[in-house]
C-alpha cells in the first residue's frame, strides 16, 4: 500500500468517524424525540451503526503500533459488538419493533453479551488513547465514560446525553485525525510523527 493511498484511508477513517459519529447521535435525539423507533430513524441508524465498525477499527489501525496491542485489541472488540447491533436494527426493521425496550425483550440476552462486550472494547480502546496519546487524551476519557453511560441504560435525556459523550469521543478522534496533518502512514501500516511543512 503506497503513502498516499494510506494517507487517504486515514483520512476517509476521520471523515466517517466525525460523520457517522453525528448521525448516530442524530438518531438517537429522533428517536428521544418520538418516543420509540420509527421507519425513517431506523434506516438512519441502521446507516450510522454500519460504519461504527469500520471506522473504529479504522481509527486504530491509523494509530498503530503507538496506540498498542490494547488499543487495537479494544477496537476489535467494539467493532464486533456493533456488527452484531447493527443486524439488531435489521430485526427492527423487519419486524416492526416499536422502540429499544421491546427490541431488548425480543433479543434477550444477546443483547446483554454484546453490550457488556461494547464496554470492554470501549474499555480497552478508551485506556490506550488516554496512555499513549495519539489522539486527544479527553477522547479516551470521554469514549469510556459515554460507553459505561450507555451501557447502564439511563432513561431519558439522561440516556441521550450518554450517547451524546459516547458520539464526541468518536468524533474528536475523526477530527484529530483530518486536523493533524503532521501524522503520516507508510507502507506496512505503520505510523510515524513527520516535521510540519
Given at each position: 500500500m503506497s503513502v498516499r493511498t494510506s494517507a487517504a484511508l486515514v483520512r476517509l477513517a476521520g471523515w466517517t468517524a466525525a460523520l457517522g459519529s453525528v448521525g448516530y447521535f442524530l438518531s438517537?435525539?429522533?428517536?428521544?424525540?418520538?418516543?420509540?423507533?420509527?421507519?425513517?430513524?431506523?434506516?438512519?441508524?441502521?446507516?450510522?451503526?454500519?460504519?461504527?465498525?469500520?471506522?473504529?477499527?479504522?481509527?486504530?489501525?491509523?494509530?498503530?503500533?503507538?496506540?498498542?496491542?490494547l488499543g487495537l485489541v479494544g477496537a476489535a472488540v467494539y467493532a464486533y459488538a456493533f456488527v452484531y447491533f447493527t443486524g439488531t436494527v435489521i430485526y427492527a426493521l423487519v419486524h416492526h419493533t416499536a422502540d429499544f425496550a421491546a427490541l431488548s425483550d425480543e433479543l434477550g440476552v444477546w443483547m446483554t453479551v454484546h453490550g457488556g462486550l461494547m464496554l470492554l472494547?470501549?474499555?480497552?480502546?478508551?485506556?490506550?488513547v488516554l496512555r499513549s496519546g495519539v489522539y486527544p487524551r479527553w477522547t479516551g476519557v470521554a469514549l469510556v465514560v459515554g460507553v459505561a453511560l450507555v451501557a447502564v441504560g439511563l432513561p431519558g435525556p439522561a440516556g441521550l446525553l450518554a450517547a451524546g459523550i459516547r458520539d464526541l469521543a468518536f468524533a474528536g478522534?475523526?477530527?484529530?485525525?483530518?486536523?493533524?496533518?503532521?501524522?503520516?502512514?507508510?507502507a506496512g501500516g505503520t505510523a510515524a510523527q513527520t516535521t510540519r511543512r
Open positions: 438517537d435525539l429522533i428517536e428521544a424525540v418520538q418516543g420509540g423507533f420509527s421507519t425513517g430513524q431506523l434506516w438512519l441508524t441502521l446507516a450510522a451503526e454500519a460504519v461504527v465498525p469500520v471506522f473504529v477499527v479504522g481509527l486504530a489501525l491509523a494509530r498503530w503500533p503507538r496506540l498498542g496491542r472494547g470501549a474499555l480497552g480502546l478508551g485506556s490506550a478522534m475523526g477530527l484529530a485525525l483530518l486536523t493533524n496533518d503532521e501524522y503520516d502512514v507508510r
